[in-house]
């Protein structure tokens, strides 16, 4: 696999088997497969890009993803409040597109993610997603989270659900004492019913505003997303 | 170490070797010793705490720290934008208290993170927090990184430094190609000369503005932290 | 009235009969009363104070007011989006400390603004804020808004109370076609209730988070009120 | 003039000499001139509309504007941090299309609002603006303010110009004592310039974020106006 980055700064993932074809003009694949990454190469136009090699985080990046998919920012959040990483034991629900999942396997790697989706269409796209980016420490169940949690001694259960709240008994039973249950919801008021089921957890539920400047004129852009989800963490303190 | 969380959710970071003092009342380190994590001790006045195993993100949270240290959503989007994960090559300057290194370190586990400081008496207080937090794979360099950096094939380079722009050459050198120079900056005009510098990177400048629920009157909360810093994310792309 | 302004742009506020003791020390009554406007006057250790005369912005600043009143951003907010002006006909409740009965004075003068308010305390010390920014168009009416508005043909109700929904179909009688019904609530889920009453309305709802930069090392402050209150805007289009 | 809102809220602001063409069929002019306020009318395909009377705001709502015209937020901060009301005396430079002059004009009220502009064809805009809005109390000035401001005693100088700075010395002699200088500059660069120029003045720079909530769903809206301008609230304290 390839990156290529064109002068706009568009990103291209491409796989190095055929001919490239971008808004600046036609790659050759024997051009692409000749060239050495940090170095540019010439489009049949003469429009320069970058060459790099993709790391997970391209793959996330250019992950086929649904409207609602949940954000960069998010996941960041997500892994740095619940203190995860190589090794912590995690389950995700919904998959949807597999965007959080793949973000978590790559931070828990070599532990594997379990992911919990019912519908096999998200769980086609979502497979699609996880074999470009060729990673293998997911395993996606097709099982109702609402219905119970097989996994014992979590770190981490993700919910990215429209009733969260259905999962606090189990995840009660399904984490370790000090693990995270984190749920993100568009709607405040998903939010607080979550709040209100909450039992044996400390919360906290925070929203992030992420805002893009433009350092040519020393401004942040007019454009911003004012909203993604909001983000409630719960720790298991009592069990 | 033990984790204790009172009533009003204040935590007590402890090492179980004397009794234990807070603002309800005293826990001799016998009832400690004796109760497992998950369940409740009461203090002498018989106010309830809860007990916990601190991870990582505790000894984080408790972290001696200056008044300008980089906080938990700064760190969560640095490893979220620069996408690392374990195994991932991070030099970090500087150390200051040594928040983020920690941070760091926990993620690219069993990497090691190398941490440059110039300033002793800074280095003693991050000594002093690795060694808190059991963190043995970071590495302080008694060095000035504005003149030079001895790593190579770096997947990452964090900035918090009054003169970022003076470690741009340096870091296009020791990065590999793809990786990632961020620099935090407070003053936006610092972003702008950092910004100003780069050269053979491709970079976006943002700010996360962070906003606490209070969930029982479902309303933010009035206090909030405004600013800490812009993040400066700058990927090579030429070399 | 004089106002005094300190080299740290502290204000005082002061009627000009006495010597004035301040934290940079005394200024005397007949030092005060010698010097213009513009000009700056020396305290008797030598500080410098600027000596302004006060405007309704400064008494409405310095009024007496409890820890929720409302701020001056949404102040602005209800008169800028409501589009009132000299001449127009508005009704406040409840008055509260009467800061927003002021700004509103300040703006629709020579028309009167009519404030409601039950508690008399509240209502004393609205007048004695009233009082000294020498404003005389308002009329605090001791009735409670849940059981009627006398008013009729009215450009703007404003309302600052735990229950707005009780006031709806009120609203509908007192407001012209065309006019607005604003609730101010730190709640959503006040916001919420609110929403659902309105009848014959077309709504907004909106929040507004200002920031302050300190201009020296450009960057915002770190200090930020992160929330007063959620605005809703119910314009009555139908009758 | 007539307001018609359609039932997604759409409005449209109409004469009432012709036909009204909309998204939602035709509305005879007969039926227009025939309802009264308050009550709906069907257009020819049987969709509601609802007949309003329009305000000066629908007028500044509805106003020809360029992409970088002020928005409704910062013309309410303005009026709400300078203090101004009925009978203030205000200039404003540039015009460009005359938001900002046309949300003076309605506060100020009788007294009449001078905005500088030096290119006839934005003059040209702006004139069709107020002509439209019926409001008379605005004179445009086709002189550049950087050579300096006629008027003297104002209370309020606004600016949306590329130089704030070039007008601090005038704004000095035009301002009375404790009038105030505001500048609306994208750009945080040019308000540090405009800061730094400032001599005699006490200020205050800001910015607004205002978020519309969707309160069907309980949530803010994902697109939000991340940025409109910097505002620079100087005070004439010293002349």
């Not at 959040?77 to 396997?105: C, E, P, Q």
């Not at 998200?122 to 996994?151: C, P, Q, T, V």
């Not at 399904?174 to 709040?195: D, H, M, N, R, T």
């Amino acid at each position: 696999m390839y990156l290529l980055i064109d002068e706009k700064g568009r990103e291209y993932l491409v796989k190095g088997v055929s001919d490239v074809h971008t808004n600046y003009g036609v790659i050759t694949v024997e051009k692409l497969r000749k060239e050495n990454v940090g170095k540019t190469i010439e489009s049949h136009t003469g429009r320069r890009f970058f060459l790099l090699k993709p790391e997970i985080l391209d793959f996330i990046k250019k992950a086929k993803r649904g409207p609602q998919a949940i954000t960069l920012k998010d996941c960041a959040l997500i892994v740095g409040y619940a203190g995860i990483h190589s090794g912590s034991k995690v389950v995700d629900a919904g998959t949807g597109s597999g965007i959080l999942a793949m973000f978590l396997a790559n931070i828990v790697n070599p532990e594997k993610v379990v992911t919990y989706e019912i519908r096999e269409d998200f769980a086609g796209i979502a497979r699609e997603n996880f074999k470009k980016a060729n990673l293998k420490n997911i395993k996606i169940k097709s099982k109702n989270i609402y219905d119970g949690i097989d996994e014992r001694n979590l770190d981490l259960i993700t919910l990215d659900l429209p009733e969260p709240w259905m999962v606090v008994e189990h995840a009660n039973k399904a984490l370790k004492v000090g693990g995270f249950l984190v749920s993100y919801s568009p709607s405040i008021e998903q939010s607080k019913k979550f709040y209100n089921a909450l039992n044996g957890f400390r919360s906290e539920t925070v929203e992030c505003l992420l805002r893009n400047w433009d350092m040519g004129v020393v401004r942040p852009y007019s454009r911003m997303l004012g909203h993604t989800g909001f983000l409630t963490f719960a720790r298991l303190i009592e069990k």
